[in-house]
Antibody, heavy 121, light 112 residues
Framework: EVQLVESGGGLVQPGGSLRLSCAAS????????MNWVRQAPGKGLEWVSY????????YYADSVKGRFTISRDNAKNSLYLQMNSLRDEDTAVYYC??????????????WGQGTLVTVSS | QSALTQPASVSGSPGQSITISCTGT?????????VSWYQQLPGKAPKFMIY???ERPSGVSNRFSGSKSGNTASLTISGLQAEDEADYYC????????????FGGGTKLTVL
């Protein structure tokens, strides 16, 4: 069974930093590209970032470019999102999501349960 | 890239069929057959329901179907059931050379 478990969320002040992790199991993590998607409280979904299976290709949404860094460690079956210079508008549940088999970037099929990031003073 | 336009809410009675629209532009929905749909139950992660406009992943009920005409994609749920009550999101992907993923604002489906 595919499992994606996010961690690392919490309360942080504006301008602060946070590192999210996503532990993957139940599939060969190194074969799959991954994405981060977020959802502000009571709002819709927003794509945040993409990383290919080899880490060779990375993309960011304009709203986080220059502040967030996606990475992965295939040996540890883990995906990461380093978030710097956090703003109030970054407050959201952050989901890691796996790209469906046979596709390189999108769509995603399996999602974690999400981790809540709250940016507030 | 602007969000895709979905109705804020739709409703239907058990057994009925409903359709949720997702309107974009020729640069996203209309230009590519890469529309996907996700179902999100309250407090849960999204679930993958439709991809490539009309394809269903394994395990998804055939009561769910997708289509597209011009710049508007649609999700139809037939034989509405109480457990279908959820938020539904469409997405459009523009392909590997440009990589843009845009979501719709979401539609709340109420089963009366």
């Amino acid at each position: 069974e595919v499992q994606l478990v996010e961690s690392g969320g919490g309360l942080v002040q504006p301008g602060g930093s946070l590192r999210l992790s996503c532990a993957a199991s139940g599939f060969t993590f190194s074969y799959y590209s991954m994405n981060w998607v977020r959802q502000a409280p009571g709002k819709g979904l927003e794509w945040v970032s993409y990383i290919s299976s080899s880490s060779r290709t990375i993309y960011y949404a304009d709203s986080v470019k220059g502040r967030f860094t996606i990475s992965r460690d295939n040996a540890k079956n883990s995906l990461y999102l380093q978030m710097n210079s956090l703003r109030d508008e970054d407050t959201a549940v952050y989901y890691c999501a796996r790209v469906t088999w046979g596709r390189d970037q999108w769509p995603v099929d399996d999602w974690g349960q999400g981790t809540l990031v709250t940016v507030s003073s | 890239q602007s969000a895709l336009t979905q109705p804020a809410s739709v409703s239907g009675s058990p057994g009925q069929s409903i359709t949720i629209s997702c309107t974009g532009t020729s640069s996203d929905v209309g230009g590519y057959n890469y529309v996907s749909w996700y179902q999100q139950l309250p407090g849960k992660a999204p679930k993958f329901m439709i991809y490539d406009v009309s394809e269903r992943p394994s395990g998804v009920s055939n009561r769910f179907s997708g289509s597209k005409s011009g710049n508007t994609a649609s999700l139809t749920i037939s034989g509405l059931q109480a457990e279908d009550e959820a938020d539904y999101y469409c997405t459009s992907y523009t392909g590997s050379s440009t990589f843009t993923v845009v979501f719709g604002g979401g539609t709340k489906l109420t089963v009366l």
